[in-house]
Structure formats: structure tokens, C-alpha cells
């Protein structure tokens, strides 16, 4: 099996930058995604291939990738980007793809 | 615009199988830049790929489920099905369709369906 970590929460005040980080040994060798889930809602890709934004995905959304780490920053916090974000990547071998554990970010 | 819309029971006893299907409209499931793909999240939890099938009908599954789940697509009616069988209250969970995107050896879910709750009970 494989395994994404991710840190369970994030806290930040408005207006400040957010950093979620998503650990794994293929991250090397793999690209790393990101979606948000609010409450109730389905997930949104958010970064794909380490550091795209999607169309629609405020510019205040970052990735970054280096070694067995990917970091996905967002600058200048919202209210409404508070929500539980998950990475997504595919083993070495490619053959499995998992998600993170999830970040709940908190954003007051 | 691209939909996805899952349907199918939301309980079901232990021990059944769990029948899922995932209609798509706005879009062609008929088309080689894309999978289609299962993902379940159990409540409070988080997400957990199941397994994908391209159009030709070729499947990709997660190890840790591969023996108890089918995935099946029909073209002429522009949607793909999900069965998972032998199911426990640990299969209790939001049941997710979702659009995967071919990029290169990589894929990733680009449009979602807002999810289905399943309970697994008596």
C-alpha cells in the first residue's frame, strides 16, 4: 500500500497565508493534486501537476512540490476557504492512486 | 456543461451487493482522454479511490477492493455502473462518481458528481 500524510489541521487568520503540506516517497517521481471539500459538497481540484491552477481557481491557490513533500499555500486566506483540503497521488509504480488524510483548515 | 448524477439504493443489508450507477450528461463517455471512476468517502472521513474503467471497458481497481468490485460502462446509454459486493457496515459511506482526465502516464478527477449516501444495515 501507500500513503499520503497530511498534517489533520491548519489554523490562520484572515488575510494570512495558509500552508498545507502532503508527505509521500513517490512524490519524487510523481505529480501531486490538490482538491477542497466543503461540508456536504463534492470535492474541487484546486492544483494539478504540482503547481496548475485550474480555470476558475483563484490566483491566491499555490502548489509546489520538492522531494517527498508538496505544499499547497494559500495566500491571503479567505472565509470562505475554509474547508478540509486532500492531495492526491499515484504510487511508484502508478498502478494505485490514493488521497491524503485530509487538512480541515480554519480560517477566524 | 458536464453532469454526473449517481443513483441507486441507499441501504442495503450486509452480506448484498451494493448497485450503483453514474449517468453523465453534457458530455461524451465515449472518448479517450478520460476514465471514469469510483471513489467512496466514509462519513467523517476521508476519500478513498475504488477503481476506474476507460470506455473500451478496460478497469483499473484499488488492491484493497479489487475482489469484491465490478465496474461496468454502457456506452448507448452514456453511463457506467459500480457493484461492490459482500458489503459490512464498513462499506457505510458517500459514494462518489467522477470524471478522470488522461494526462501522460497520469490521471486525475476533474469533475465530480455531488455523491450518493450508502448505509450498509440491516
Known amino acids: 500500500s501507500y500513503e499520503l500524510t497530511q498534517p489533520p489541521s491548519v489554523s490562520v487568520s484572515p488575510g494570512q497565508t495558509a500552508r498545507i503540506t502532503c508527505s509521500g516517497d513517490a512524490l519524487p517521481k510523481k505529480y501531486a493534486y490538490w482538491y477542497q471539500q466543503k461540508s456536504g459538497q463534492a470535492p474541487v481540484l484546486v492544483i494539478y501537476e504540482d503547481s496548475k491552477r485550474p480555470s476558475g481557481i483563484p490566483e491566491r491557490f499555490s502548489g509546489a512540490s520538492s522531494g517527498t513533500m508538496a505544499t499547497l499555500t494559500i495566500s491571503g486566506a479567505q472565509v470562505e476557504d475554509e474547508a478540509d483540503y486532500y492531495c492526491y497521488s499515484a504510487d511508484s509504480s502508478g498502478n494505485l492512486v490514493v488521497f491524503g488524510g485530509g487538512t480541515k483548515l480554519t480560517v477566524l | 456543461q458536464l453532469q454526473l448524477q449517481e443513483s441507486g439504493p441507499g441501504l442495503v443489508k450486509p452480506s448484498e451487493t451494493l448497485s450503483l450507477t453514474c449517468t453523465v450528461s453534457g458530455g461524451s463517455i465515449n472518448s479517450s482522454s478520460y476514465y471514469w471512476g469510483w471513489i467512496r468517502q466514509p462519513p467523517g472521513k476521508g476519500l478513498e479511490w475504488i477503481g476506474n474503467?476507460?470506455?473500451?471497458?478496460?478497469?483499473y481497481f484499488n488492491p484493497s477492493l479489487k475482489s469484491r468490485v465490478t465496474i461496468s460502462v454502457d456506452t448507448s446509454k452514456n453511463h457506467f455502473s459500480l457493484e461492490l459486493s459482500s458489503v459490512t457496515a464498513a462499506d457505510t459511506a458517500v459514494y462518489f462518481c467522477?470524471?478522470?482526465?488522461?494526462?501522460?502516464?497520469?490521471?486525475?478527477?476533474?469533475?465530480w458528481g455531488q455523491g450518493t449516501l450508502v448505509t450498509v444495515s440491516s
Open positions: 474503467i476507460y470506455y473500451s471497458g478496460s478497469t
Open positions: 467522477a470524471r478522470a482526465a488522461v494526462a501522460g502516464i497520469y490521471y486525475y478527477f476533474d469533475f
